[in-house]
């Protein structure tokens, strides 16, 4: 038996999780779109105060909240497979992973303080 001693980790057998993951969070981010056009469509929003108003509401904070984290995760996996399949200098990826998680953290922070801030 022939071992391939010059395998280069690429992330692979991401497949099947990758794919439900990718469809769970884009159910959430349309049940959150639909619920909003709801809202919107049944409390009438003329200025800042009364959307304001809406976003005080603790149960629309929160769900925004989980459709904002379907969001980054979403995005991420997306970007992580587009990254995977054509940035071939391993360095380079890795570095642009980072770049990309740190910044989808923060932006998730960011949300955070602009809906309980």
Not at 26 to 33: H, P, S, T
Not at 71 to 92: E, P
Request: with cysteine; charged share 10%.
């Amino acid at each position: 038996m022939v071992k391939n001693l010059n395998r280069v980790i690429t992330g692979s057998h991401y497949g099947l999780r990758d794919w439900l993951i990718q469809r769970i969070t884009a159910v959430v981010m349309v049940v959150y779109v639909l619920l909003l056009a709801f809202l919107f469509g049944f409390y009438p929003i003329s200025d800042y105060a009364a959307l304001k108003s809406l976003f005080a509401n603790q149960w629309i904070r929160i769900v925004s909240f989980l459709f904002f984290i379907s969001l980054c995760w979403h995005a991420w996996v997306g970007i992580r497979n587009v990254l995977m399949d054509y940035v071939h200098a391993t360095g380079i990826r890795l570095t642009m992973y980072i770049v990309v998680i740190i910044s989808l953290f923060l932006y998730l922070i960011w949300f955070a303080e602009i809906l309980w801030g």
